[in-house]
């Protein structure tokens, strides 16, 4: 759809979101991104979804042809591949935090064109656990209060401690117009780390399907906390979180705890071993980049997840995101010892003659590479079991074997 990106269209696009100029080079250039090469490009991924719905928008108004590019969207495979009006998407009102009422889901439903592409993955129950968060909740309640009820309000504490649907990291946003409207309240959002964060494995598996996947496999470690998954799932909460005041949250009415409870010298040990360690990594890895010594990367190509995944970088923002939790200049903090950022410079001084190849392969050279629980937590299985039912799991399109199988070139 690159080809119907107008000047007008391009410029505008630009003002509203200078950090993705190279893509939208790259794209004007190409016409498309390559299949496998997909987001957030290095923001947060609130961010990511705002830009490809504005893109959307933006390109249509300029140039009605770009309907023909963007009318049918297909997901990536493993997921519902389903035709969809993806300026509808684009234009839809329904913000992930809200919870729809019966008209929201009939909106919602008239999205799909062709509900029997999506039924083995839309329709079906497959045993797993769907739960609004904590603060989709609060929004909910206190949008039902009086305006003479709400202004009286001063702490919310929202306990997220069970794993939520629809990208419950960015629910923050939800929250901004509640806080405008009453500068004398503060919110507390507090996310629980083992029940909740670090449960995401790499494939974007149900509950469910990450359970049973578990349970099933006969490979090591695939009954613990992979150290492979750790950086990527409190990374996505870490940087949505530093995104929120520019986005109009007032500065003192927001803070996030990590929660490390009833485990924090385990959780210490984890954050000062792989996330500080990962963080490092990727800063690291980006001097290198910037310096031209690990040829073949774009600006555009650095970001994403084209060819073979980016392991070691997360997000552009994240390694002086946690140089401000650790200086205590964030709204994010932590109820344990979170440890020190690493010399990142040391680092690339040590492997400057590594190529794109050694970084990849040697950041899944994590120690340890799995981590066992420890008491009162229950075992990491007895963990993921909590957000499923004991039915029979239907895996869409791939097989359990697959699923394994496809596990295992990740990590």
Request: charged fraction near 25%; charge should be negative.
């Amino acid at each position: 759809m690159g080809k119907y990106i107008t000047k007008e269209a391009y410029d505008e696009l630009r003002d509203m979101y200078p950090q993705f100029t190279p893509l939208l080079d790259a794209l004007r250039a190409r016409g498309s991104l390559p299949p496998l090469a997909r987001g957030p490009y290095g923001e947060a991924p609130s961010v990511f979804r705002r830009f490809i719905q504005d893109v959307l928008d933006v390109t249509y108004s300029f140039d009605k042809r770009a309907i023909r590019e963007i009318g049918v969207y297909s997901p990536s495979i493993g997921h519902c591949v389903s035709g969809m009006h993806a300026l509808c998407i684009a234009r839809c009102s329904i913000d992930p935090w809200i919870i729809p009422s019966r008209y929201d889901m009939q909106q919602l439903q008239l999205m799909v064109l062709n509900d029997a592409d999506c039924e083995p993955t839309m329709s079906r129950h497959d045993g797993s656990e769907w739960r609004f968060s904590a603060a989709a909740a609060a929004i909910y309640f206190v949008q039902s209060l009086p305006d003479t009820i709400r202004r009286h309000l001063r702490r919310l504490v929202l306990l997220e401690d069970r794993e939520a649907l629809a990208y419950p990291e960015s629910h923050g946003y939800g929250l901004i117009p509640l806080c405008k409207e009453n500068p004398l309240l503060h919110v507390e959002r507090r996310v629980n780390l083992w029940r909740n964060v670090f449960q995401p494995g790499l494939l974007k598996e149900t509950p469910r399907q990450r359970y049973q996947l578990r349970e099933e496999s006969t490979q090591p470690g695939m009954e613990s906390l992979n150290s492979c998954v750790v950086t990527r799932n409190v990374a996505p909460w870490i940087v949505e979180a530093h995104e929120l005041v520019p986005a109009g949250m007032p500065a003192s009415s927001y803070s996030l705890l990590l929660d490390g409870d009833p485990v924090p010298q385990l959780t210490s040990r984890i954050f000062q071993s792989i996330v500080q360690r990962d963080v490092a990594w990727q800063e690291a890895w980006t001097m290198s980049v910037d310096q031209g010594r690990i040829p073949g990367l774009t600006s555009v190509s650095r970001r994403s997840w084209e060819g073979d995944c980016r392991v070691c970088y997360f997000f552009e923002a994240l390694p002086q995101a946690m140089k401000d939790m650790a200086s205590g200049n964030s709204i994010v903090r932590c109820n344990f010892d979170a440890g020190e950022p690493m010399d990142a410079e040391k680092l690339r001084i040590e492997h400057h003659h590594w190529n794109e190849d050694n970084w990849t392969r040697k950041w899944r050279e994590h120690d340890p590479l799995f981590w066992n629980t420890e008491p009162p937590l229950p075992s990491w299985m007895d963990l993921l079991k909590e957000n499923s039912h004991h039915f029979t799991i239907r895996p869409g399109n791939r097989t359990h074997g697959e699923w394994r199988r496809f596990f295992g070139q990740w990590c």
